[in-house]
């Protein structure tokens, strides 16, 4: 799959077949992430594969917006440097990841934004990192309809060289 059709065609997926995924693209996914660029080369990140089960089912239950984590082949646990640009630096390792497993047809979610601090010590991940994310992968459970998304119109969120411009 080209990287438009990833992009046009990624959905969230939460539900997973109890399936492995190769260990040759768990190393394609993270390295899709190790080599993404980041500001000033600064590479804040430290990724974590998470496979055993109740480590899984720990994460799910600690991640209060990912329970379903718990069901995933393995995740992501996405930590950071504290510098200006490391949501940033992370967002866009994240997202590497996402397009390039979509794109072998393993589904993702970003779970994030709420009691993440309680994964550093099921971990190990020192107190000064952050956790950005922890991001599940697994083969879907159910079809997914690919490029069926609900997004507005192009002339309603851009605009031609200044704002309000229709971009035609």
């Given at each position: 799959?080209?990287?438009?059709?990833?992009?046009?065609?990624?959905?969230?997926?939460?539900?997973?077949?109890?399936?492995?995924?190769?260990?040759?693209?768990?190393?394609?996914?993270?390295?899709?992430?190790?080599?993404?660029?980041?500001?000033?080369?600064?590479?804040?990140?430290?990724?974590?594969?998470?496979?055993?089960?109740?480590?899984?089912?720990?994460?799910?239950?600690?991640?209060?917006?990912?329970?379903?984590?718990?069901?995933?082949?393995?995740?992501?646990?996405?930590?950071?440097?504290?510098?200006?640009?490391?949501?940033?630096?992370?967002?866009?390792?994240i997202h590497s990841m996402m397009?390039?497993?979509?794109?072998?047809?393993?589904?993702?979610?970003?779970?994030?934004?709420?009691?993440?601090?309680?994964?550093?010590?099921?971990?190990?991940?020192?107190?000064?990192?952050?956790?950005?994310?922890?991001?599940?992968?697994?083969?879907?459970?159910?079809?997914?309809?690919?490029?069926?998304?609900?997004?507005?119109?192009?002339?309603?969120v851009v605009s031609r060289e200044?704002?309000?411009?229709?971009?035609?």
């Amino acid at each position: 799959m080209d990287v438009f059709e990833a992009i046009r065609t990624i959905l969230a997926v939460r539900r997973y077949q109890d399936r492995p995924v190769p260990d040759e693209l768990v190393r394609r996914i993270i390295e899709a992430a190790r080599l993404t660029a980041s500001s000033r080369n600064g590479q804040p990140w430290h990724f974590i594969v998470v496979r055993d089960r109740a480590t899984l089912h720990e994460l799910g239950a600690r991640a209060r917006t990912g329970p379903y984590i718990a069901e995933a082949a393995l995740a992501v646990v996405v930590a950071m440097d504290r510098t200006p640009y490391s949501v940033s630096d992370g967002s866009l390792a994240i997202h590497s990841m996402m397009l390039t497993a979509w794109a072998e047809g393993v589904g993702s979610n970003w779970v994030g934004f709420g009691n993440l601090e309680a994964v550093n010590d099921l971990l190990g991940i020192p107190e000064e990192i952050d956790v950005l994310a922890v991001v599940p992968f697994g083969y879907p459970a159910n079809a997914v309809g690919r490029g069926r998304k609900a997004r507005k119109p192009l002339a309603d969120v851009v605009s031609r060289e200044r704002f309000g411009q229709p971009f035609e």
